[in-house]
């Protein structure tokens, strides 16, 4: 059986025109639109799919959100990873639930709760402290104030060193990650994985030849592009738009100890 909407679920109202809303849910509290107010009592203790009418009659169904609708709509200051490249990310790190992974640059924590979900222990670097307790606060919506016992956040400068050892990945959402390369080495223990998302092909370009000079082998650096379709009875077509270019995904792994 499906449980009912409770005050502090998060729900994503859908309209006539499938436009997203994200509402966390409180008692006395309402939803407010160019389409009139939606009183949440209309949507608690409710099963998920209830749809419910605003003060100017425009119809909202209400599911919960999906951790992709949840990173494009959560609170952030940073530029999150789109969910397409998070997908990859968890393939290309090859995680696993108990992994222990260092992750430097956690802006506004999508690519952290996705690790979270995933069963890993985190242990974060970030330089700015405004974005560290955002990601901390985004997580714990999402997933839960249990999820902060796996998801240590420090405000640091990667570039200084990991003071980890034994990890099993280090992943990597920094402007210059090949700075990060000797210490990931040091971090690591033979065979783990470095994963590093780069916005400009340059950056890549200078972490590969960084990684040439390591002891990290198999590098690859691949970007992923995401085309819907239009498919409305006999009309079948691309769509218009497409999420083309977001970053670059490179990822390389530890084949020895540093000398």
């Not at 509290?29 to 949507?43: D, K, N, Q, T, Y």
């Not at 952290?112 to 405004?130: F, N």
Request: net charge negative; aromatic share 6%; glycine share 8%.
């Amino acid at each position: 059986m499906s449980r009912l909407l409770a005050p502090g679920d998060q729900v994503l109202l859908l309209d006539a025109k499938r436009r997203r809303y994200l509402v966390t849910l409180v008692e006395g509290g309402e939803f407010h639109s160019h389409a009139g107010v939606v009183p949440h009592e209309l949507l608690l203790g409710q099963p998920e799919g209830v749809v419910a009418k605003s003060t100017h009659g425009a119809r909202y169904t209400a599911v919960r959100p999906t951790m992709a609708d949840y990173v494009l709509k959560m609170p952030r200051g940073a530029q999150v990873i789109y969910p397409k490249d998070l997908g990859p990310i968890l393939l290309q790190a090859d995680i696993f639930p108990g992994a222990r992974v260092l992750e430097s640059g956690i802006g506004s924590g999508a690519l952290s709760m996705t690790m979270l979900r995933a069963g890993v222990d985190i242990v974060g670097y970030e330089l700015r402290e405004d974005f560290a307790n955002n990601a901390q606060k985004n997580v714990a919506s999402f997933l839960g104030e249990e999820a902060l016992e796996r998801y240590r956040v420090e405000q640091r400068d990667c570039y200084e060193g990991i003071d980890e050892t034994e990890l099993d990945r280090v992943v990597l959402d920094l402007p210059e990650p090949w700075q990060v390369v000797k210490h990931a080495a040091r971090a690591l223990h033979p065979g783990g994985l470095l994963v590093a998302y780069t916005p400009q092909i340059t950056q890549a370009v200078q972490l590969r030849e960084m990684l040439l000079e390591s002891q990290f082998g198999m590098a690859e650096t691949v970007e992923v592009l995401q085309r819907s379709w239009h498919i409305e009875g006999m009309s079948v077509r691309p769509d218009h738009r497409m999420v083309a270019h977001t970053g670059f995904l490179t990822h390389a792994r530890l084949l020895g100890s540093p000398s």
